[in-house]
T-cell receptor
Framework: DGGITQSPKYLFRKEGQNVTLSCEQN?????MYWYRQDPGQGLRLIYY???????QKGDIAEGYSVSREKKESFPLTVTSAQKNPTAFYLC?????????????FGQGTRLTVV | EDQVTQSPEALRLQEGESSSLNCSYT??????LFWYRQDPGKGPEFLFT???AGEEKEKERLKATLTKKESFLHITAPKPEDSATYLC???????????FGGGTRVLVKP
């Protein structure tokens, strides 16, 4: 089945550690996105990538890093510089080669600092 | 700067009580406005795309409309299974940044 896979579903991080969240898509989409969602809030954009080897900062990029070495993969690293990383993280992808430009989402990774 | 504002933040409805959710936006060159449904602990599920003022889309009890400044999601005769958070997002013509509003949490009581 085509879709977006995020892993792990739950992740626990000790203070001072870097952790990497995985996002893989087999939809042949060019663009990929990372969002953060806090309880009762909407989605805030962390980073997005329109093509391989290129990405742009979103609205809350500080303390996060990404790479886009393959079209299918867009991992997000939450660094120790991110002071409040506990949140629900969502990855999405979209195509720009057709009239339909909607983004499709994975099921999310819940990150908790312990 | 692109802005998307959703209202109300929360909505409590009785089963069968129709209502509307609002999404106001300011964006230079709208490429598309999107509505999503999100259940607790899950990723958003795509509902509709609207591209130009005057456009309407329907799916079961949901109907989305678009003007030059806002979009409405109308819920007709809602059922408890329509309880969810509804998210609105816009994509501008330049670049592919997708900006979301804060969402409206809808609770439909039987």
């Amino acid at each position: 089945d085509g879709g977006i896979t995020q892993s792990p579903k739950y992740l626990f991080r000790k203070e001072g550690q870097n952790v990497t969240l995985s996002c893989e898509q087999n939809l042949n989409h060019d663009a990929m996105y990372w969002y953060r969602q806090d309880p009762g809030q909407g989605l805030r954009l962390i980073y997005y990538s329109q093509i391989v080897n290129d990405f742009q900062k979103g609205d809350i990029a500080e303390g996060y890093s990404v790479s886009r070495e393959k079209k299918e993969s867009f991992p997000l690293t939450v660094t120790s510089a991110q002071k409040n990383p506990t949140a629900f993280y969502l990855c999405a992808s979209s195509t720009h080669r057709s009239a339909s430009t909607e983004a499709f989402f994975g099921q999310g990774t819940r990150l908790t600092v312990v | 700067e692109d802005q998307v504002t959703q209202s109300p933040e929360a909505l409590r409805l009785q089963e069968g009580e129709s209502s509307s959710l609002n999404c106001s936006y300011t964006v230079s060159g709208l490429r598309g406005l999107f509505w999503y449904r999100q259940d607790p602990g899950k990723g958003p599920e795509f509902l509709f795309t609207l591209y130009s003022a005057g456009e309407e889309k329907e799916k079961e009890r949901l109907k989305a409309t678009l003007t030059k400044k806002e979009s409405f999601l109308h819920i007709t005769a809602p059922k408890p299974e329509d309880s969810a958070t509804y998210l609105c997002a816009v994509r501008k013509a330049a670049g592919n940044k997708l900006t979301f509003g804060g969402g409206t949490r809808v609770l439909v009581k039987p």
